[in-house]
């Protein structure tokens, strides 16, 4: 039967300590010791040993400075950008007038060209689907077009 010897020996606990209190990263501090670097950060946060901030500094004042180096604001506006020059901007349907509900239909009359708008919520009794023509292969009429495509809007862009 093969035994393990301890990772902390009071030898190592001391040295720990030591190298702590002398401003040591834990990166250097775990090169002298002999262990991982999340062993040494483990150990001290056990030990309940902490490196203090300096006076006067406040974390949010900090995190709106890493924002501010890293451009965290300009990236949607960029990523926009470059989604709308790829892809251009949606048509906007001039159309305004009102929506047609004469046309309504339930799922399995829904065709190729409908306008698959849902009226109500799906279980409901009176659930349906708008029905009107929907133009070049949209999936919307005219009408629901101009409430689901708002050129104004703020564009939902998947993070990166």
Same mark, same amino acid.
């Given at each position: 039967?093969?035994?393990?010897? +301890?990772?902390?020996?009071d030898d190592r606990i001391e040295r720990l300590k030591t190298h702590f209190e002398a401003g040591l990263s834990c990166?250097?501090? *775990? ?14 946060s056990r030990l309940n040993l902490t490196r203090g901030r300096p006076p006067g500094e406040d %974390?949010?004042? =900090? ?8 451009? $965290? ?15 251009? =901007? *949606?048509?906007? +349907? ?40 929907? +133009? ?9 077009? %101009?409430?689901?495509? $708002? +050129? ?6 998947? %993070?990166?």
């Amino acid at each position: 039967m093969r035994t393990t010897l +301890p990772t902390w020996t009071d030898d190592r606990i001391e040295r720990l300590k030591t190298h702590f209190e002398a401003g040591l990263s834990c990166r250097e501090i *775990a090169a002298d010791i002999g262990v991982s670097r999340n062993a040494v950060i483990g150990k001290l946060s056990r030990l309940n040993l902490t490196r203090g901030r300096p006076p006067g500094e406040d %974390r949010r004042a =900090e995190r709106k400075r890493g924002e501010a180096a890293r451009g $965290r604001k300009a990236v949607p506006r960029l990523q926009y950008e470059l989604l709308a020059a790829i892809y251009g =901007e *949606a048509p906007v +349907p001039l159309l305004d007038e009102p929506i047609d509900e004469t046309n309504r239909c339930s799922l399995l009359e829904l065709g190729a060209n409908r306008c698959r708008w849902p009226i109500s919520s799906p279980g409901a009794d009176d659930f349906c689907f708008c029905g009107n023509a929907s +133009p070049d292969g949209q999936p919307y009429c005219a009408g629901h077009s %101009r409430l689901a495509y $708002r +050129p104004n809007s703020r564009p939902r862009v998947a %993070r990166l």
